[in-house]
């Protein structure tokens, strides 16, 4: 993994962490075949904007944002996904479509969905399309703090 502000972070926070590498994928479904793991134990991020700026969400990687139930569940008017653009001025130091789900790392409120907080572990892209990271969800959501949601159905 590059230095970047992740893995600063997580050494002064001193969790342990593995990183993992695997062949160049571009979504979250890739990825996972990349690293012969099973869907649900990848989390993916989907970053969304709304008349409260944007929202991190994660969500396994065989999951899908059912954004206007989770719009309903927030209260919000409106949501809509993130633009390439507005992911790379978010995350200036990722590569889009690879960002960690560490949105207090971005000044990003992050909610995790809930099977993801019932998982032993979390893996996730680096900020690259090339690293991952695994760790313990309990060390995941220490550091980060996300609020659980269910706003999200299988993925076609």
């Known amino acids: 993994m590059p230095i970047n502000r992740l893995q600063r972070y997580l050494d002064e926070k001193k969790v342990h962490y593995e990183v ?3 062949s160049e994928a571009y979504t979250a479904q890739e990825v996972a075949q990349s690293m012969h793991i099973k869907g649900r134990y990848l989390a993916k991020v989907v970053i ?3 008349e409260s700026g944007y929202i991190m969400l994660v969500l396994p990687a065989d ?3 059912d954004i206007s139930s989770l719009r309903g569940d927030l209260g919000l ?3 809509a996904l993130a633009t390439e653009g507005e992911l790379r001025m978010l995350f200036p130091d990722c590569e889009v479509g690879a960002m960690p789900p560490f949105g207090n790392l971005y000044r990003l409120p992050v909610y995790v969905e ?4 019932e998982e ?3 893996v996730f892209q680096a900020g690259t399309h090339h690293e991952a990271v695994r760790m313990s969800y309990d060390d995941y959501a220490s550091l980060v703090g996300p609020q659980v949601f269910q706003a ?3 993925a076609a």
Do not use: Q
């Open 20 to 22: 993992l590498g695997h």
């Open 48 to 50: 969304v904007k709304s």
């Open 120 to 122: 032993e572990f979390i």
């Open 114 to 117: 809930r099977s993801i907080s």
């Open 63 to 65: 999951r899908s944002v």
């Open 77 to 79: 008017r409106m949501m």
């Open 152 to 154: 999200s159905r299988k």
